[in-house]
């Protein structure tokens, strides 16, 4: 029988105990009024009421420039712990009646954010936002099974849906909150089929994860572990020999297997196309957190499964709203079978309030921008083509990861010194990464320049030697 048959079987006797018991939630969008028509008569933007571009535009650098406060930066460089409150409230921001600045800023270029196409700044996402301020109010006014779900919502749920190739998707506060929800939901199935009261090891749902997954996947899993309704396994990083015997060597009728696809931190992809081979083999449910590879991955921008062409063999397919879109929020694509499970069992999504109406509608139109406007995405990968002509280190993806040795003493002062040469990149330390793996994490973005990335080499190349860097390992170990 194949993957999906068996999962499909399993769930829909899962929505017929919940049905039987009165516990499947709905989600019925709302119309909210217009705040300065007062009238009931919503109307949402098409794709042809956006204004795309063909080519980078002034307002895209605000998305890779920063500045901080002097005094921040100062602090900064001594590694002295801050709270954020370094400027004082009204100090600074403005210019006095003479035109000077009260505080001086220090301007950075930013290597260490995760807007992968610098559509945060597009003058469209901004618009979308303010217009739906001014018309509707901030909102929502609740969770989403209650009041918190807007003709919004659905819109960019549906947009979201297409871009992924599957049947529904589901809106969730954050993309930590997605995983979460996933994860629980997922146990939650195991209970409902369980014969007794107390679920036998046979009952109880396997889950396989990548050891390098998201803390939101692996605290969803721990979560479902101590409900007592799965099983969980480790299994090496991208390691498919030791993920095949640990399946082998299961004899648990429901297994799940989740990873990352693009890995936050060592910038390497999930090997999509073992993954898929195993699937077939032991009939497990595949599940993917594409947070990092959605819009960057992919020829229209699907991600890390479009890009191995393996989409219809993830099942489902978690990602979020605050990295190449340029927002804030998460979701799950997947049938519409399981969408009305989760949204009936994940507690993270059923007791958060629904994101807010603007968040939404800006969402919705960077999704329509990033899918016109295709120069971004090839700007992205050029950048790095850049970094890989100037350095000669083979990356895979816009985020490198530079560990640049086992102690603090040692990245602190490198990114004191990037600092000092006008970059903000953070040093990475535990309990972000395993122990003795600091690191420098660098991001690139569409916003960026090619200029941009040869400062930036120029740079490290003060304190890192290149041609020693490791090319057969997934961290880059960089010889200072």
């Not at 947009?159 to 939901?185: H, I, Q, R, Y």
Request: some cysteine; overall charge neutral; aromatic content about 8%.
């Amino acid at each position: 029988m194949e993957v999906s048959s068996l999962w499909n079987e399993w769930v829909e006797e899962a929505l017929s105990k919940l049905e039987s018991l009165k516990l499947l939630r709905a989600l019925r969008p709302l119309y909210l009024s217009n705040l300065q028509q007062q009238v009931g008569n919503e109307r949402v933007s098409n794709d042809g009421d956006y204004e795309v571009f063909d080519e980078m535009q002034p307002w895209d650098r605000s998305s890779v420039e920063v500045s901080v406060s002097q005094s921040t930066y100062n602090q900064w460089l001594l590694d002295i712990p801050s709270t954020g409150d370094e400027i004082v409230p009204g100090e600074g921001l403005a210019d006095d009646k003479f035109g000077t600045c009260q505080q001086q800023f220090k301007r950075l270029l930013l290597f260490s954010g995760n807007d992968y196409l610098g559509l945060s700044s597009h003058p469209e996402v901004r618009k979308a936002a303010a217009k739906a301020a001014q018309e509707y109010g901030m909102g929502p006014r609740g969770s989403a099974l209650i009041c918190g779900y807007t003709y919004h919502h659905r819109l960019l749920e549906s947009s979201l849906a297409s871009l992924k190739k599957k049947e529904d998707c589901l809106l969730c506060p954050t993309g930590f909150s997605a995983n979460m929800t996933v994860m629980v939901a997922l146990g939650n199935i195991a209970s409902l089929l369980a014969a007794g009261n107390m679920l036998l090891k046979d009952e109880k749902i396997a889950i396989f994860s990548d050891e390098l997954n998201h803390a939101s996947l692996i605290d969803g899993i721990r979560l479902a572990e101590r409900q007592k309704s799965v099983e969980f396994f480790v299994y090496k990083h991208c390691d498919m020999s030791h993920l095949s015997a640990l399946l082998s060597s299961c004899k648990m009728k429901k297994k799940v297997v989740v990873t990352d696809s693009l890995f936050s931190m060592d910038g390497d992809f999930a090997p999509m196309v073992e993954l898929v081979e195993l699937r077939k083999k032991h009939h497990f449910l595949l599940v993917i957190d594409d947070a990092h590879g959605t819009f960057v991955c992919g020829r229209s921008g699907g991600g890390v499964a479009e890009e191995f062409g393996c989409e219809r063999d993830v099942d489902i397919c978690i990602g979020t709203l605050s990295k190449a879109v340029g927002c804030q929020g998460g979701f799950i694509a997947c049938s519409k079978r399981w969408k009305q499970f989760i949204q009936s069992r994940g507690r993270s999504f059923i007791f958060s309030t629904a994101i807010p109406v603007p968040i939404a509608a800006a969402a919705h139109a960077s999704v329509i921008v990033a899918r016109n406007e295709k120069w971004r995405k090839r700007a992205l990968w050029n950048r790095v083509q850049d970094f890989r002509d100037l350095t000669g280190i083979p990356i895979t993806s816009p985020i490198i990861s530079l560990v640049v040795g086992k102690i603090l003493t040692v990245s602190l002062p490198l990114n004191r010194q990037l600092l000092r040469s006008g970059f903000h990149i953070t040093a990475i330390r535990p309990p972000t990464v395993p122990p003795n793996s600091c690191r420098l994490r660098i991001a690139l973005s569409a916003a960026h320049t090619t200029d941009d990335v040869k400062k930036l080499t120029a740079a490290l190349s003060n304190y890192i030697k290149f041609q020693d860097t490791g090319s057969d390992s997934v961290n880059i170990y960089s010889k200072l």
